[in-house]
């Protein structure tokens, strides 16, 4: 079992900088790959960035790439999303997720979900 919980959003400008984080309980976390969702405002969920768990590898969806960064400490049971360069497109509750195998978590196929953390991002 992994229980997360998300921090760090918040209102800001777009061009700003936000650095997202989620901290895991459990003591399996070094294995889980680690994931960042969104939802905005009256659309879908969608995958956002994905880092497997030893951090060696990332990926990050075609609208945040060259912005966003993801990282993890396992020592401390966190994931971070590092989020430059903000848009106004960017606005939209974002989740840690977590899964054993990170081409599952990808397409949102985990069972293990934070309660979300809140960006706005204004113009």
């Known amino acids: 079992q992994v229980q997360l919980l998300e921090s760090g959003g918040g209102l800001v400008q777009a061009g700003d900088s936000l650095r997202l984080s989620c901290a895991a309980s459990g003591r399996t976390f070094s294995t889980y790959a680690m994931g960042w969702f969104r939802q905005a405002p009256g659309k879908e969920r969608e995958f956002v960035a994905g880092?497997?768990?030893?951090?060696?590898?990332?990926y990050y969806a075609d609208s945040v790439k060259g912005r966003f960064t993801g990282s993890r400490d396992n020592a401390k049971n966190t994931v971070y999303l590092q989020m430059n360069s903000l848009k106004p497109e960017d606005t939209a509750v974002y989740y840690c997720?977590?899964?054993?195998?990170?081409?599952?978590?990808?397409?949102?196929?985990?069972?293990?979900w934070g309660q979300g953390t809140r960006v706005t991002v204004s113009s």
């Open positions: 997720a977590a899964d054993e195998r990170l081409n599952r978590l990808r397409i949102g196929l985990t069972g293990y």
């Open positions: 880092i497997s768990w030893g951090g060696d590898l990332t």
